[in-house]
């Protein structure tokens, strides 16, 4: 498996855009799945969503995907496995049973699950000490945040078992975000999210088939936005986006997009959803804030390539 050739150059306007609309869309996208989850079952409504995604990218990626190559096309339908039909089943799972602000408090260990991944398969990541620092500061933002709801929830069955389900599909998201950041750099973003969010439909919608034949669907109005919601602007818009940013920034800015959703998220309750705006709030919003800029001050690490590092040894 080769390194990814380096990236085409890009404005530092256009990287800040790119990542301000991925980190503010999926900040919205914890409380449209709440929303959808209430009339679809869970692995119907994910299935649905990447089945959705993958056909509207379909017809601009149907004629490059033979030259990827039949090595590089298994690698991304694995990597889908692993982006998409395992953690996205797991998340819609685990929602059912805990708050939508618990689920995006469980999924902002991300950041140091992505500094962990990052750690063991890219040799030239450090676990430094600006990169801990940020992963902290970020998580302790996070529970500023929800430090209510962390009180008021009754931990039972179901929620502990929610809870280890948002944990799992946070690892298997960062380990398959890696090795795209590590892999994949040559495929277009369209085909990337095409590839995967199509192979990823596949095994969710059969196991729906399987285990929620018997539940109910309401394609209430609200259900059929929330899904097209999900779908496009979810993971159409934002997925090419993000595989357009992977070479383009670190793995702590990568990181920190998962703690700003969180904040989003809160920060879109207290103005439409007329919310307090508490001390918490403030306290936890200023150190995401100050970890998503620690975080961001880090420029990308190239990988070491094979033949520079053999150089390096010889001439050493």
């Not at 931990?155 to 960062?174: D, K, N, R, W, Y």
């Not at 590839?195 to 729906?208: D, E, H, N, R, Y």
Request: glycine share 10%.
């Amino acid at each position: 498996m080769a390194f990814s050739p380096a990236p085409l150059p890009a404005s530092t306007l256009k990287v800040s855009l790119a990542y301000c609309i991925c980190f503010i869309t999926w900040g919205s996208t914890w409380a449209v799945a709440k929303v959808g989850l209430e009339d679809l079952p869970p692995l119907r409504l994910v299935g649905v969503r990447m089945l959705v995604a993958g056909l509207v990218l379909l017809p601009f990626s149907r004629a490059r995907v033979g030259a990827l190559g039949a090595g590089t096309l298994v690698r991304l339908v694995g990597i889908g496995t692993l982006q998409i039909s395992i953690p996205f089943g797991m998340m819609f799972i685990g929602q059912q049973w805990i708050p939508s602000s618990w689920s995006a408090l469980l999924f902002s260990t991300y950041p140091v699950w992505v500094l962990l991944v990052g750690r063991v398969l890219m040799r030239d990541q450090h676990l430094t000490p600006r990169k801990l620092l940020a992963a902290g500061l970020g998580l302790a933002g996070v529970v500023a945040l929800q430090h209510a709801e962390l009180g008021s929830l009754s931990v039972s069955g179901p929620v502990m078992l929610g809870g280890l389900l948002l944990l799992g599909s946070a690892g298997l998201i960062a380990v398959a975000n890696v090795l795209v950041k590590q892999y994949m750099g040559h495929v277009p973003p369209h085909l990337l999210v095409c590839v995967q969010t199509l192979s990823g439909a596949i095994p969710l919608l059969a196991a729906s088939l399987l285990m929620e034949a018997d539940a109910p669907s309401h394609w209430t109005p609200r259900a059929v936005f929330a899904l097209l919601w999900l779908a496009l602007g979810g993971t159409v818009v934002t997925y090419q986006l993000l595989y357009w940013l992977l070479p383009r920034i670190s793995l702590p800015a990568l990181g920190a997009m998962a703690m700003l959703d969180t904040l989003v998220a809160v920060v879109l309750g207290v103005m439409v959803l007329d919310e307090p705006l508490t001390l918490s709030v403030l306290l936890g919003g200023a150190l995401i804030l100050s970890a998503a800029g620690l975080a961001n001050l880090a420029p990308p690490e190239q990988p070491v390539l094979p033949d520079t590092q053999a150089r390096k040894r010889s001439s050493g």
